[in-house]
């Protein structure tokens, strides 16, 4: 266990609704980073945080995605009208600084 | 694009062996480069990381050696064990603390 916690753990969903995630990170971290894993490949990132600003975004995080941390601590990631296309681990790290990143347990979305 | 790869998907060995898992990468302006192991079901757990400005560090086990001038990456891990069995990716930064690049991973197999 890392201690960076991930919730829910799993979530099927039906194409076209909404999910979102959420990600506690080591208390005193103050970088926080999203990934998106797909079956037999490594996890691609998405975004990060350095305390509660946003400072960069993969293309791969299209307008359906979005992702906030409101208070410098926990993080959300939430996806809109969900496509079967985003079946994936969504993983979240954190990190102190510019040191190694730790990752939580991710949240598995299946998307009917 | 630029991309951390692998040179083998699987290996497969003996406990108490040695094993060596390499990762090339094409971005010569990598700063840091880390190597995860990941079990299934698990989020990446951090192993081992290392700076552009040294070639070869040691852990508890495990020693990992960078190569600048071919771009290489290796992981030696020793007296292999059935624990470690699991999938290991490097992954690399351009710049400490952003986005860490992963390639595709090495399944290690153990047997006893």
């Known amino acids: 266990d890392t201690g960076v916690s991930q919730d829910p753990r799993h979530k099927i969903t039906k194409r076209g609704q909404n999910v979102t995630f959420r990600c506690d990170p080591i208390?005193?971290?103050?970088?926080l980073y999203w990934y998106r894993q797909t079956l037999g490949q490594g996890p691609e990132f998405l975004t990060y945080f350095q305390n509660e600003a946003q400072l960069e975004k993969s293309r791969l995080l299209s307008d359906r995605f979005s992702a906030e941390r409101p208070k410098g601590s926990f993080s959300t990631l939430e996806i809109q009208r969900t496509e079967q296309g985003d079946s994936a681990m969504y993983l979240c790290?954190?990190?102190?600084?510019?040191?190694?990143?730790?990752f939580g347990p991710g949240t598995r979305l299946t998307v009917l | 694009g630029e991309s951390v790869g692998l040179h083998l998907p699987t290996l497969s060995v003996q406990e108490g062996d040695n094993s060596i898992i390499n990762c090339a990468y094409s971005?010569?302006?990598?700063?840091?480069f880390i190597w995860y192991k990941q079990e299934s079901g698990k989020g990446p757990q951090f192993i081992i990381d290392?700076?552009?400005?040294?070639d070869k560090r040691q852990g508890q086990r495990v020693t990992v050696l960078l190569n600048k001038t071919v771009k290489h990456l290796s992981l030696q891990i020793a007296a292999t064990q059935p624990g470690d069995s699991a999938v290991y990716f490097c992954?690399?930064?351009?710049?400490?603390?952003?986005?860490?690049?992963f390639g595709k991973g090495t399944t290690l197999s153990v047997s006893s």
């Open positions: 992954a690399e930064n351009v710049q400490a603390g952003t986005a860490l690049i």
């Open positions: 290392i700076r552009s400005n040294m």
């Open positions: 790290a954190s990190s102190l600084h510019v040191n190694e990143q730790f």
């Open positions: 971005n010569s302006a990598s700063d840091y």
């Open positions: 208390s005193e971290h103050n970088r």
